[in-house]
Structure formats: structure tokens, C-alpha cells
T-cell receptor, first 114, second 114 residues
Framework: SQQGEEDPQALSIQEGENATMNCSYKTSINNLQWYRQNSGRGLVHLILIRSNEREKHSGRLRVTLDTSKKSSSLLITASRAADTASYFCATPQGSGAGSYQLTFGKGTKLSVIP | ETGVTQSPTHLIKTRGQQVTLRCSSQSGHNTVSWYQQALGQGPQFIFQYYREEENGRGNFPPRFSGLQFPNYSSELNVNALELDDSALYLC?????????????FGPGTRLLVL
């Protein structure tokens, strides 16, 4: 089952513009993570924000977390053509003695037009 | 530090056959998780292995099975392949030292079942 749901499903912007993607989740979390996937390849971890953090920055990335609304947003500033990819939010869910799984949303497909 | 590797990169099988996918975890990581990603969807957790034992399982039938070896590498086996098993299979490694935090993904194996 999907824990997170990204919005929008697809986003097309011009190079240099900012891109904002949103994620909603259903259950309580310890942290929320964002991953990027280029054209059906492996996922690359972008950033992790803990449940006691409200905002976090990494380079051109800015992530916010609102645990009261069970939502997060990922902002990519000054986008580049190389940012074209699918972006997923993921939350860790425990499923046994010390194990955990990442539960992903369906992703936002970002296209940055040069 | 070597990253996560998977083999093969692509595979074509026919319905009813069996398949084995392989994964080498990142150096220093002792936990391996497997995910299935259907086209246009987010990854779905299959199972996780730690200390050569299954340590959590998602909503997948028993014909999906796995192994973890003493060097922490892993195999995913799927018996009696069905058309719906066509997907990208992702392996991710992590360390119990930072449970519920970042997982490092391999490039994936794309399986097509005809």
C-alpha cells in the first residue's frame, strides 16, 4: 500500500524556475526522505528530515515537514535540465524485530525544459 | 567505497519460469531490502534480510523468496513467473547502525515476463 502520495503527478517548468513537489502521508513517522530516480534507474537519496525538524536545506533543495498536517514539500530552486527525473517521498515503517521498510508514494515526474 | 550493484541489468523470461536476481550490498552494510517497481508506480517493499534471515516482508506471495549470504550479498528468487511480475527490481542496502535511515539503491534489474 502507498503511504505517501506526491502532488502533482507531473510538472513541467522552464530551466531557471523553481519546482515544488508535495507529499502527504498517513501514519506517524520518525523521518521522511526524498529520493530521485532518473529514467527508470536506481533511486538516489536526496535528503532526510526528522520528525522534530520543520525545514532543511541541501544545496538547491529545501524540504519542509508539517507533522500536524502529515505533509512535506520539496523545493528545487533555479532548476536545471539535469534535474529532470521522478521524485519520490518515502517514510520508514517498522515491520518486525528491528526491521523497517521504506514506503514510497507514486512520485512526481519533473521535466525541466532548457 | 563500492556502491550497490545488481545483476543482470535486463532479463526476459516467459510465464511459469523461475528467475534469480542478485545484489551486492554497499561496503559496511549488513541489511538488504528488495523492492518491486511497476511502470509508473513507486517502489513496493518485498522483503528485507539481516544476518541471513528474512527480517520483514511486504504483501508478496511465497513464490517470492530470498537469500542473504555471509558477505551480505543477496538473491531474490521468483518462481512460477506471471505477466504482472514484469517490473524493475531494486535492491537497497543499509546498516543497522542507522536503522530507519537512508537506504542505498542499486541500478535495478528490469524483468520482462512474456
Amino acid at each position: 500500500s502507498q503511504q505517501g502520495e506526491e502532488d502533482p503527478q507531473a510538472l513541467s517548468i522552464q530551466e531557471g524556475e523553481n519546482a515544488t513537489m508535495n507529499c502527504s502521508y498517513k501514519t506517524s513517522i520518525n523521518n521522511l526522505q526524498w529520493y530521485r530516480q532518473n529514467s527508470g534507474r536506481g533511486l538516489v537519496h536526496l535528503i532526510l528530515i526528522r520528525s522534530n525538524e520543520r525545514e532543511k536545506h541541501s544545496g538547491r533543495l529545501r524540504v519542509t515537514l508539517d507533522t500536524s498536517k502529515k505533509s512535506s514539500s520539496l523545493l528545487i530552486t533555479a532548476s536545471r535540465a539535469a534535474d529532470t527525473a521522478s521524485y519520490f517521498c518515502a517514510t520508514p515503517q517498522g515491520s518486525g524485530a528491528g526491521s523497517y521498510q521504506l514506503t514510497f508514494g507514486k512520485g512526481t515526474k519533473l521535466s525541466v525544459i532548457p | 567505497e563500492t556502491g550497490v550493484t545488481q545483476s543482470p541489468t535486463h532479463l526476459i523470461k516467459t510465464r511459469g519460469q523461475q528467475v534469480t536476481l542478485r545484489c551486492s550490498s554497499q561496503s559496511g552494510h549488513n541489511t538488504v531490502s528488495w523492492y518491486q517497481q511497476a511502470l509508473g508506480q513507486g517502489p513496493q517493499f518485498i522483503f528485507q534480510y539481516y544476518r541471513e534471515e528474512e527480517n520483514g516482508r511486504g504483501n508478496f506471495p511465497p513464490r517470492f523468496s530470498g537469500l542473504q549470504f555471509p558477505n551480505y550479498s543477496s538473491e531474490l528468487n521468483v518462481n512460477a513467473l506471471e505477466l504482472d511480475d514484469s517490473a524493475l527490481y531494486l535492491c537497497a542496502s543499509s546498516s543497522t547502525d542507522n536503522a530507519q535511515e537512508t537506504q542505498y539503491f542499486g541500478p535495478g534489474t528490469r524483468l520482462l515476463v512474456l
